[in-house]
Nanobody, 124 residues
C-alpha cells in the first residue's frame, strides 16, 4: 500500500488557478493508477480525474474537462492536478486515491489508499 498526502489547496477567486499535489510514499507507486476526488459541502464525494500508472491515459469528469489537467512524475512520486478557470462550485475538499486498476476509475469503482484531503475554496 501507499500513503498519500495532498497539498496546494487554498482560497482563490473565481477564474483563478490552483495546483494540487498528491505526494506518495511506499513501495512501487509507479505501478498505481491515481485519481482525484472531491467532496463539497453537503454533497457526496465525486470523481474528478484519474491517470494511469505511466501517465499515458487520463480521464476526467465532464464538469472539469478542459479546465483541469492531471499529471504525474513517478521519479518524484507525485501526481498533480492543475485547476484553471475555477468556479465557486469547485469548492470542496479534494482527495487523492491510489489503486491498481485505472479502468476501475472509468467504471466508477474505487478502492485502495486515500489521503487526508486539502480544502479548495473558490469565492465569487
Amino acid at each position: 500500500q501507499v500513503q498519500l498526502v495532498e497539498s496546494g489547496g487554498g482560497l482563490v477567486q473565481a477564474g483563478g488557478s490552483l495546483r494540487l499535489s498528491c505526494a506518495a510514499s511506499g513501495r512501487a507507486f509507479s505501478n498505481y493508477a491515481v485519481g482525484w476526488f472531491r467532496q463539497g459541502p453537503g454533497k457526496e464525494r465525486e470523481f474528478v480525474a484519474a491517470i494511469n500508472f505511466n501517465g499515458d491515459s487520463t480521464y476526467y469528469a465532464d464538469s472539469v474537462k478542459g479546465r483541469f489537467t492531471i499529471s504525474r512524475d513517478n521519479a518524484k512520486n507525485t501526481v498533480n492536478l492543475q485547476m484553471n478557470s475555477l468556479k465557486p462550485e469547485d469548492t470542496a475538499v479534494y482527495y487523492c486515491n491510489a489503486q491498481w486498476s485505472y479502468r476501475d476509475y472509468e467504471r466508477g469503482r474505487t478502492s485502495g489508499s486515500w489521503g487526508q484531503g486539502t480544502q479548495v475554496t473558490v469565492s465569487s
